[in-house]
């Protein structure tokens, strides 16, 4: 199973829908329209060639610059039959970060939608639970978004003396 | 008599109770967030009809510490330190899947040697793991014996870690290319050492459990997953191994020279705690056959080639301190690593380690800039933790905590 192969496939059924087509570090890469994200993930799970029914990785990014497609949600797939992995991305808007849920065709999407909202605020359609997983439930920011900086470590105006700082 | 047979027949049929009547009733019990059951800070809100589990809800992020957030900050180096907090059983594994991530990004090629010696400490810390593991398997059913006698070896093997790298249980071991330091010889003895006694240990240790009457009874049919439902929950490493499916990163995607040794995968059939238990057992076995095939290649090597420990990477390995005060290139790589002022190349990468509970993977983003603009563990832990409902459905409650301990969650990988 070559990467040209699955992108022949994923053409051949999606014609030029899907794009972005990449392979860094070898792992075919490709994004795709967020309304088609389901029906990706369903093709490559029942296709009989491709069979890509493990979810390896499931998980968002937060791209500021990349107007009226802030977040990506990305996805790490693995046949294990034939030893391939790919990975998938949708974007989605921040003002309306409406995804459709994997959960329905995979049990292990439950946490990792799960904490891809509560890190990043996507809103998994569909899913059957979807609240704050690691955060504190009264949060009502998504820490990993990249308006949210790190303390800066030169600040002055904090009282540290009892740490030692 | 004839009472009594109706009130058992009752008990029996005890579903069939009208609604609302006191014997229906089930009991709702906080198992967590601290138990001393639980070995972790985990919370389980169980549904309990009599002994019986009716109905489980996982609650997790008690010890979340921003993990991901914080890498976005530091220099790789820098990132190192955080990947110990995740599995701390085994420590060393995180680094070195780690680092591993780092040298695909870099384009970094470490020499046989430096694999070798990797994948001694890997292996190794396969072993403390599976050890904790399936010693404490046996302390939650109540046999303390196994626990006591194989910690000694654990014990031998943080010596190794010791004498490596200077720290025992949060290692930060290793450097991107390589060791911070070659193996001193009373490393190489302790491993001797290890090689040479500790297989009569195991022995001993599986004498206690492997076909103890009283273990099997417990954990035999004990939190069982079939093979379809443990893919489909994501499940990697031993669990899923136990569940009948020979997925191993190490011989899939084999890295750090895994190709070169010999070793077979154990896998089990029922997936319940039984199969988990042999599984890690037989891995133990495994692992130090690999750590002999690996210690007999480095001693095999010759020379100048006898004494690497790290690739030619100046610009991400540190300088030794003589050099930096004699040499001008050394002054300046020695600054720039310090102050995290190397450029990190764009792109993205994902690296996945076997790690002792499953595939450990690292989705790594740069922009070009000297932090990752993101980074994403991939935690096994976290991934097959969320099965856990379902596999101590309609068992009792101290199959449940057998369960648990047989899945080997660690609290620090969960929560990330």
Not at chain 2, 36 to 56: M, S, Y
Not at chain 2, 264 to 281: A, C, E, H, M
Not at chain 2, 299 to 325: C, M, N, R
């Amino acid at each position: 199973m070559t990467n040209e192969a699955i992108q022949l496939k994923l053409t051949e059924k999606f014609g030029d829908q899907l794009t972005g087509w990449e392979e860094p570090y070898g792992m075919l890469t490709f994004t795709a329209p967020k309304e088609l994200n389901l029906k990706v993930l369903q093709f490559l799970y029942d296709d009989e060639a491709l069979k890509f029914q493990f979810l390896t990785d499931l998980q968002a990014v937060h791209y500021p610059d990349n107007k009226g497609a802030e977040l990506a949600v990305v996805y790490h797939l693995h046949n294990l039959v034939d030893n391939c992995r790919i990975r998938f991305k949708v974007f989605t808007a921040i003002q309306e970060p409406d995804v459709y849920s994997a959960t329905a065709l995979y049990q292990s999407a439950n946490f990792m939608e799960r904490e891809t909202y509560d890190f990043f605020g996507v809103n998994f359609i569909g899913h059957p639970n979807l609240i704050r997983i690691l955060n504190v439930d009264e949060m009502d920011y998504f820490p990993l978004r990249k308006e949210f900086p790190l303390e800066d470590q030169t600040r002055i105006d904090k009282d540290d003396d009892m740490f030692g700082r | 008599m004839k009472l009594n047979k109706q009130v058992m027949s009752e008990t029996a049929e005890h579903i069939l109770l009208p609604e609302g009547s006191i014997e229906k009733q089930t009991t709702t019990l906080n198992l967590g967030p601290t138990h001393p059951a639980t070995h972790g800070v985990f919370q389980n809100i169980v549904e309990l009809d009599g002994e019986r589990i009716v109905k489980a809800t996982s609650t997790v992020g008690y010890i979340h510490r921003a993990f991901e957030k914080l890498a976005e900050r530091r220099p790789l180096f820098q990132i190192t330190p955080i990947t110990d907090r995740l599995n701390y059983c085994s420590s060393p594994l995180n680094n070195m899947g780690w680092h591993l991530t780092c040298e695909k990004l870099l384009g970094v090629k470490t020499p046989k040697r430096v694999d070798y010696l990797r994948v001694i400490i890997m292996e190794l810390s396969r072993i403390s793991d599976h050890l904790i593991c399936n010693s404490i398997v046996g302390v939650d059913s109540g046999a303390y014996t196994g626990f006591l006698y194989v910690m000694q070896y654990r014990e031998l093997i943080y010596e190794i870690y010791e004498e490596v790298c200077g720290s025992r249980l949060t290692t930060n071991i290793g450097r991107i290319g390589g060791f911070e330091r070659n193996f001193t010889n009373a490393a190489f003895e302790k491993l001797e050492k290890f090689l040479k006694e500790y297989p009569g240990v195991l022995k001993e240790f599986e004498n206690l459990f492997t076909r103890n009457r009283i273990f099997m009874d417990r954990t035999i049919g004990c939190g069982p997953i079939a093979a379809e439902r443990a893919l489909n929950y994501g499940f990697t490493g031993p669990n899923l191994r136990a569940a009948g499916v020979d997925y191993d990163v190490r011989v899939h995607s084999p890295y750090s020279s895994y190709e070169d040794f010999d070793f077979v995968i154990p896998v089990g059939k029922t997936g319940d705690s039984y199969d988990r238990f042999l599984v890690r057992n037989e891995e133990m076995w495994q692992s130090l056959s690999i750590i002999k095939q690996a210690w007999e290649k480095i001693q095999s090597f010759k020379g100048a080639e006898a004494e690497v420990f790290h690739a030619d990477t100046p610009a991400y390995y540190l300088p030794e301190k003589k050099d930096v005060y004699t040499k001008m290139e050394a002054l300046i790589y020695h600054f720039k690593i310090i102050m995290g002022e190397t450029d990190i190349p764009a792109g993205e990468v994902y690296h996945s380690i076997e790690a002792a509970n499953g595939e450990l993977g690292f989705y790594l983003i740069s922009d070009g800039g000297r932090t990752p603009y993101r980074l994403h563990f991939r935690r096994p832990c976290f991934i097959y933790y969320q099965a856990y409902p379902e596999m101590i459905k309609g068992g009792m409650l101290s199959d449940a905590i057998i369960t648990m301990s047989s899945l080997n969650l660690i609290a620090g990988e969960l929560d990330a």
